[in-house]
């Protein structure tokens, strides 16, 4: 913004007073916020404010103008920082710098998705250099495979946490070593196994040379898991034996897996591990064979070294992200403990939340200003504070809700014609992105990974009872499509195409769109403007889900299947469950039952609510169901709960443990 500001504008606010005045008053404030005096964690744990939580993760999503994640993994790590600033914990972020980030989407009129990857100018970017004592460039060496591999550290300071990210473009590095971090989840299992060390024994060197001793290590998904060799190196060197070492680094250690789906967890052939850590075996005073099979597991190819497998046994503490994520997960690592019951596998599980303040539009912002009083956005996870929503008049919230959409309506039209006047657009897709959205029509929106387990086209299987609604004059329904398959996963991909292809055919009335470059942006956009968020993976493949959470917190009520956080979060009367909580064999009927579910759903019930409206065509029944959303779901599925519930139930849990 500084940067963007005319230099006689800043000279002006320099000789004005009153402005000055106000400067002072706001940074006054801003100090005072940040020695952060009454925050919760120093109130509660007090004696604890010098232990340090290192929180580490392949990416955090913070903002769209540093495009370092890619999806929900991203999102939840970046407002898990936010939250733990917000509550005064002693947390410190270790991730990568990626200086082309992730991909940003562009959809050509074939409707097959293209990527485009943008160097990041890094004096606009809200990073800074970390220098050392001498004032030059800070730096971090890992060996990798014969070479010693440089990393410089980058700066973000989110609010009160500080973010640490490596990154390898470095002038000493070879080519190849100065990609290394170039790009989020791009290259092979090759450059995956470098980018892991680099993340986990890296960030452990990073912290060292930082003079920050950690209390507790949590690792955000299996990714940075090879930090636990390297502090049990640490250790060992200061004379411990393997096994007083890996105990007390295991007491130290909280791991959360996040996925179900089997190719969602890191592998590496032994052979792959045994060139990288040659010889680190003997720092540890271990055999090879010992040193493999800490992340030994058998996959369906064979033996191979599992990170999630490493992070699981290593770690005193592992967690899911929902309840139903977190049984599924005993279940599926139930082998790597042969001798405990299901019961017994010591996976917990902590259900997902998002940021308030970063998700709630300003316009629903004021509504709770208004109405819940002012320690509302102190006790947002407080359910009591959200029962005084009984005090917002229905035309009040339908009214801002009307707003949001036509905002979120303006938005899309405003990017497709920036790509018109810049020449990307043939007139078909003028209109496929967006541009025919009717504002009073019954809206759905469905925006995340193009991932198959995530089924984006399950809507379209009866096209005939879909087009019914679409197309009808009174009471029309339209859906709005977003969202990016990894650039590799060609059938992501062909879903997309399937999905742009029907929303260009005449037949579908300009009632489908897919919009492109799905972000945190845009995301915001969608889950404040939309009237019904839609969700249809294969249970129980969504480990938690959490855009319908932003949905909610604006008074977007969620049409899902139910898996993930809507398992818990559903309660008859906030939204709508499609299917059953059963458990398929077939998937070809679990499609087919699903299916017939949304239709009937919105047939049924929907749709006849939606257009129900009053004299002053107020839809009572249906702003009773986003008043029911907002009221059961906010507390429960906000980053605050969660962030409580991490530090109470796990991090301090691994600090006692160490006493
Ligand atoms: C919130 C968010 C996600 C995660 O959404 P899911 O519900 O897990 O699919 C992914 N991408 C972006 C840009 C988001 O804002």
């Known amino acids: 913004m500084l940067q963007e500001i005319e230099p006689e504008q800043l000279t002006k606010a320099v000789n004005d007073a009153t402005f000055l005045r106000k400067y002072d008053k706001v940074f006054l404030q801003f100090d005072r916020e940040m020695k952060n005096g009454h925050s919760w964690f120093h109130t509660i744990y007090p004696q604890y404010k010098d232990k340090t939580i290192a929180y580490f993760s392949f990416e955090f999503g913070l903002h769209s103008s540093l495009p370092i994640y890619s999806g929900g993994l991203g999102i939840l790590s970046g407002d898990h920082a936010k939250e733990a600033s917000d509550l005064g914990l002693p947390l410190v972020g270790i991730g990568f710098m990626y200086p082309q980030g992730y991909f940003r989407q562009r959809i050509p009129a074939h409707g097959w998705q293209e990527a485009a990857y943008q160097q ?32 410089r550290v980058w700066h973000v300071q989110v609010g009160r946490v500080p973010l640490y990210l490596l990154d390898t473009d470095v002038d000493d590095n070879d080519p190849w070593d100065r990609e290394l971090s170039a790009r989020l989840y791009s290259g092979d299992n090759e450059m995956r196994i470098r980018q892991e060390i680099m993340l986990g024994i890296g960030g452990v060197r990073l912290l060292r040379a930082l003079n920050i001793e950690p209390a507790v290590w949590h690792m955000n998904e299996g990714h940075s898991a090879f930090l636990i060799f390297e502090c049990i190196r640490e250790k060992v060197r200061s004379g411990l034996t393997f096994a007083e070492a890996s105990e007390k680094v295991k007491a130290e250690a909280v791991f959360t897996t996040h996925t179900p789906v089997p190719a969602g967890h890191d592998t590496f052939g032994f052979h792959m591990v045994e060139n990288y850590f040659n010889g680190f075996w003997d720092d540890l005073g271990i055999s090879r064979e010992a040193f493999l099979a800490l992340g030994g597991h058998e996959e369906p190819w064979g033996m191979a070294f ?11 503490q592992s ?9 599924v997960s005993r279940k599926m690592w139930q082998e790597v403990w042969p001798l405990k019951s299901l019961e017994e596998v010591p996976i917990s599980s902590i259900t997902n939340g998002v940021h308030i303040p970063t998700w709630v539009a300003g316009e629903m912002h004021n509504i709770y200003d208004k109405y819940l009083g002012p320690d509302w956005r102190e006790q947002r996870d407080d359910p009591a504070i959200w029962q005084r929503l009984e ?16 905002k979120l309506m303006s938005f899309l039209r405003e990017r497709t014609r920036r790509r018109w006047i810049d020449g990307r657009n043939d007139p078909t897709q003028v209109l496929t992105s967006g541009t025919l959205l009717d504002p009073e029509a019954l809206t759905i929106g469905f925006a995340r990974r193009f991932a198959t387990y995530k089924r984006a086209t399950l809507i379209f299987r009866d096209l005939e009872r879909l087009r019914a609604m679409l197309l009808d004059i009174h009471r029309p329904l ?3 499509f977003a969202g990016k398959a990894h650039p590799a996963d060609d059938p992501g991909k062909s879903l997309i195409q399937h999905i742009y292809n029907l929303a260009k055919h005449n037949n579908m009335g300009g009632r489908i769109a897919f919009v492109e470059d ?15 968020w839609l969700n249809t993976p294969r249970r129980p493949r969504e480990a938690s889900g959490t855009s319908g959470m ?36 077939d998937e070809q009927r679990q499609d087919e039952e699903d299916a017939n579910s949304f239709y009937q759903l919105l047939e049924d019930e929907i749709i006849p609510l939606f257009y129900n409206r009053d004299r002053d065509k107020v839809p009572r029944g249906w702003v009773e169901i986003m008043r029911e959303t907002i009221r059961s779901n906010t507390p429960q599925f906000s980053m605050r709960r969660m962030v409580k519930q991490y530090t109470t139930d796990l991090y301090i849990n691994a600090i006692n443990n160490q006493e």
């Open 518 to 532: 799905y972000d945190m942006h845009m995301a915001r956009y969608l889950t404040q403007g939309v009237d019904v």
């Open 319 to 327: 967690n899911g992200v929902s309840k139903l994520h977190g049984e």
């Open 120 to 151: 990041l100018d890094m004096d606009q970017a809200p990073v800074l250099i970390v220098t050392g004592e001498d004032g030059s460039e800070l730096k971090v060496t890992v060996h990798l495979a014969g070479r010693d591999v440089q990393a």
């Open 478 to 480: 339209q859906v709005v």
């Open 306 to 316: 599992n990170m999630t497998v490493l992070a699981l046994r290593s770690s005193g």
């Open 391 to 406: 005090d917002v008049p229905d035309a009040e919230l339908w009214h801002v809700h009307q707003l949001l959409k036509r």
């Open 550 to 585: 932003k949905a909610v917190i604006n008074g977007i009520p969620n049409l899902s299947i139910l898996d993930g956080w809507w398992a818990e979060g559903y309660n008859g009367a906030n939204g709508w469950a499609i299917g059953s909580e059963v458990d398929y064999q």
